[in-house]
């Protein structure tokens, strides 16, 4: 029974940062109906801006997590407005195409100023978990779990609750009509991208805590935050949290039945079984017709 | 000369690599980004038949390129129900998948630590261990590839593939059964890249999971993309310019993953750079050309040329 609970125990906590990067790609694909592959080295460059901060300048972590939010917000703008604005009218690989030619310039640059070693600002000592349900939990996975609890609720509210929020939501439901009523659908795309950016760099954060910066951990993540958006309905919010949590969960307990080393294929095959059974997700999303051909 | 033979070599094999992918991407419009794991089937495989199972090169080239071949297939059956972009991200999904295989079956592959001692291929008890007799090897394969693909896509095969790219429902409604024909193109790839990965895996002679990640596949794209989506011409000069745009870095005195980053930062810069200036590459055409395309004079220059070349094949 404890290794179940702490297999559940680890998935949440693995699905709750998933969640959070699925946001970002979920709010993009409900504006623009494309995939920003480059989402993922977006949460890559956060965790290694926030251990700059921590290990050289000597900021508290939590601050350092803020700073980094907001640098990789002005990021996640930069990279709209330069490499995917241009093409918005182009056919549908095109930006696909930049955008992953992007993530593996941002890869290349990181390793040109860091260096190929692995990189960790684990700052404080590593203590000894608590027991819940059987489950050990460390006051890090405890932190991760508030944070992302926090900043959902932070999404939550300012998508339900302010002008803008409602300005985003009709954006996503129909640009052509929102631009009609007098939405700068260009700034609000700015927007997104932005909020997207900043909660990817708030999960790099969490995930660099917990474990090692390399300039290549953003693919795999960005690869299950994907899987993780598609499960719950690509462009439906509620359901990248709902597909974070899945994907954590079914990844963590999977380890059971297979060999560890497979854990991060298992992400690759949900999604491919996804796409073609159900392609709209738990939650739906999107019609059904825009990922599925003829 | 070795030198200059070792980097025509590889000019050969992303030559193979470039125009099979091409054969997908620009004829068809299937962006693939699993072409480096066909390239690893086949490499693993030709590799495995050869040292551990002794089956004599040739063969073993056929077979890894037939496995390749039905891995594509395999992808192809379900994932071609797919619209664009999720197919690409479902065909990246599987080379993924592929490259976890490669790493964590170690009874079969050793995982990680790759396959040492690759023998040279022996062609009627003649090994080609010296680097020029491996270049006119690799050479006439890549011909033979390039005139197969050429003859391919020139023939009432190829318009249709044409068709289905710039108008499915259109090729859909003459009768084009456009499953099977994106299964053949698919496929075919595939079984090129194969052939590819044995090349390498032979040349080499050591292989391991690093060698196919979706750098290499990124690479490939590039390549096809500079060349020109849908010309077979460019993906030959595309795959040129790549392997030897960089070469200059390597007698800088730099360590070695500084080098690889910079590599990287050339090529992903070139291709955004193509996309969102320049989509239909040196001599491409439909797939990616925008409205606004105008005839430069390079390209004047190449199609030129190529009309030429052409004369005389």
Not at chain 1, 230 to 241: F, Q, R, S, T
Not at chain 2, 209 to 218: A, H, M, R
């Amino acid at each position: 029974m404890a290794i179940i609970s702490q297999l559940i125990a680890n998935g949440l906590i693995a699905g709750s940062i998933y969640a959070l990067v699925a946001l970002g790609y979920t709010m993009v694909y409900g504006i623009l109906e494309f995939i920003n592959f480059a989402h993922g080295e977006v949460l890559m460059i956060g965790a290694y801006i926030a251990y700059s901060l921590v290990v050289f300048v000597g900021l508290p972590i939590w601050l350092a997590m803020l700073l980094s939010m907001l640098l990789s917000a002005g990021i996640g703008i930069i990279i709209e407005r330069l490499a995917y604005r241009p093409l918005r009218n182009a056919n549908r690989l095109s930006p696909l195409i930049t955008a992953i030619a992007l993530s593996i310039f941002l890869q290349s640059v990181i390793l040109l100023i860091y260096g190929a070693d692995i990189r960790t600002f684990r700052t404080q000592e590593i203590t000894k978990g608590h027991t819940i349900l059987g489950a050990v939990i460390t006051d890090h996975q405890l932190l991760i779990i508030a944070t992302t609890i926090t900043l959902m609720l932070v999404l939550y509210l300012f998508v339900t609750r302010t002008k803008l929020g409602t300005a985003m939501r009709a954006a996503a439901d129909n640009r052509n009509l929102a631009t009609m009523i007098g939405i700068n659908t260009n700034r609000i795309i700015a927007i997104v991208f932005a909020i997207g950016s900043a909660l990817a760099a708030a999960a790099g954060v969490l995930v660099g805590v917990e474990q090692n910066l390399e300039p290549t951990m953003g693919v795999t993540l960005g690869v299950k935050a994907f899987t993780a958006a598609v499960i719950g309905g690509i462009g439906n919010i509620y359901g990248a949290a709902l597909g974070g949590l899945a994907i954590g969960l079914i990844e963590n307990i999977g380890i059971w039945f297979i060999p560890s080393g497979y854990k991060d294929a298992i992400a690759f095959f949900i999604l491919v079984i996804m796409l073609l059974f159900r392609p709209r997700g738990i939650l739906g999303g999107k019609k059904e017709e825009d990922i599925r051909r003829a | 000369m070795g030198y200059v033979d070792h980097l025509l070599i590889l000019v050969c094999i992303y030559i193979i690599l470039s125009v099979s992918l091409n054969l997908i991407t620009g004829y068809v419009g299937l962006l693939n980004l699993g072409h480096a794991a066909f390239f690893g089937i086949g490499a693993y495989a030709s590799a495995l038949l050869v040292k551990v199972v002794g089956v004599p090169w040739p063969a073993a080239l056929v077979l890894g390129a037939i496995l390749a071949g039905i891995a594509g297939l395999l992808i192809g059956i379900p994932c071609l129900r797919l619209r664009g972009d999720y197919l690409a991200i479902a065909t990246l999904g599987f080379g993924e998948i592929i490259r976890a295989v490669m790493k964590n079956w170690t009874s079969l592959t050793r995982g990680p630590r790759g396959i040492p001692g690759i023998p040279k291929p022996e062609l009627f008890g003649y090994a080609f261990t010296d680097n020029g007799a491996y270049l006119a090897l690799s050479f006439v394969i890549m011909l033979l590839v390039v005139f197969i693909v050429w003859r391919m896509v020139a023939s009432p095969f190829g318009r249709v593939l044409r068709a289905i790219r710039e108008d499915e429902i259109g090729a859909m409604t003459l009768g084009k059964n456009i499953v099977k024909y994106k299964l053949i193109a698919l496929s075919t790839g595939a079984f090129f890249a194969g052939i590819a990965g044995s090349l390498y895996a032979h040349y080499i002679t050591f292989i391991d999971p690093s060698s196919f990640t979706l750098l290499e596949t990124v690479l490939i794209v590039s390549m096809a993309v500079l060349g020109g989506l849908g010309s077979i011409t460019g993906s030959v000069i595309g795959a040129v310019i790549l392997i030897l745009l960089p070469e200059p870095l390597r007698f800088l005195d730099l360590p070695s993953y500084v080098k690889a980053a910079m590599r990287q930062i050339i090529y992903s810069i070139i291709l955004i750079l193509l996309i969102i200036f320049r989509p239909e590459g040196l001599l491409g055409e439909g797939a990616m050309r925008t409205s606004t395309m105008r005839t430069s004079k390079v390209r004047a220059w190449l199609l030129r040329i190529q009309e030429k070349v052409m004369r005389y094949v």
